[in-house]
């Protein structure tokens, strides 16, 4: 089943702040974070695999619920360079599982 | 590291024909390797999962016929989408890990823009 990511869009000004939801109907094993500008391929931003965890590293970071079926990413005092469509996927933790990827939310940044 | 080469990056290609999408893992060995498609403005979808030396995987709905995948060694996957019609045009991205383990990040190629005339 495909994760749902919340808001489908958002724009913001240069500085604003912007949280992503990554939601599923089921406990996930693991959540990744990817952004993606348009026409190029998904960049990897961060693995959450704990129920509780935070994780971050600059001004993005993110967390993984204590039930493990939510997860939020957060872009603090954004840059025009975060703009782009960002994907949560969600997938085993073991082995070399598959990943599902969310249904993306597209972030525009305005200066 | 983990480098993830994919060729072409853009076909366009008549209807009817065959086009080979090739994925290369460069500084790794992947047994495993990820086929995602994905049209304008929507979410990447899993098509297949390429396993070496074996047959692929492939998700619910995606045709095995027409999305033939090989991977005859540990760093080369291929696609090849058989008799292309206009609605196979999408992107195509391959992807692989450079370890075993769903903690660790997928690594995408560059994507091949596919249109079919």
């Known amino acids: 089943q495909q994760p749902v990511q919340s808001p489908q869009a958002v724009i913001l000004r240069e500085g604003e702040d912007a949280v992503i939801n990554c939601s599923s109907s089921k406990a996930l094993y693991s959540v990744h974070w990817y952004r993606q500008k348009h026409g190029e391929a998904p960049v990897f931003l961060m693995i959450?695999?704990?129920?509780?965890e935070q994780k971050g590293h600059d001004k993005i970071s993110a967390s993984f619920n204590e039930k493990k079926q939510q997860s939020s990413l957060y872009l603090t005092a954004s840059q025009l360079s975060y703009s782009g469509t960002y994907f949560c996927g969600t997938g085993g933790n073991f082995g070399n599982e598959k990943l599902t990827f969310g249904t993306g939310t597209r972030l525009t940044i305005i200066p | 590291g983990a480098v993830v080469s994919q060729h072409p990056s853009r076909v366009i290609c008549k209807s009817g024909t065959s086009v080979k999408i090739e994925c290369r893992s460069l500084d790794f060995q992947a047994t495993t390797m990820f086929w995602y498609r994905q049209f304008p403005k929507q979410s990447l979808m899993l098509m297949a999962t390429s396993n070496e030396g074996s047959k692929a995987t492939y998700e619910q709905g995606v045709e095995k016929d027409k999305f033939l995948i090989n991977h005859a060694s540990l760093t080369l996957s291929t696609l090849t989408v058989t008799s292309a019609h206009p609605e196979d045009s999408s992107f195509y991205i391959c992807s692989a890990r450079d370890r075993q383990g769903g903690g660790s990040p997928l690594h995408f190629g560059n994507g091949t823009r596919l249109t079919v005339t």
């Open positions: 959450l695999l704990k129920g509780g």
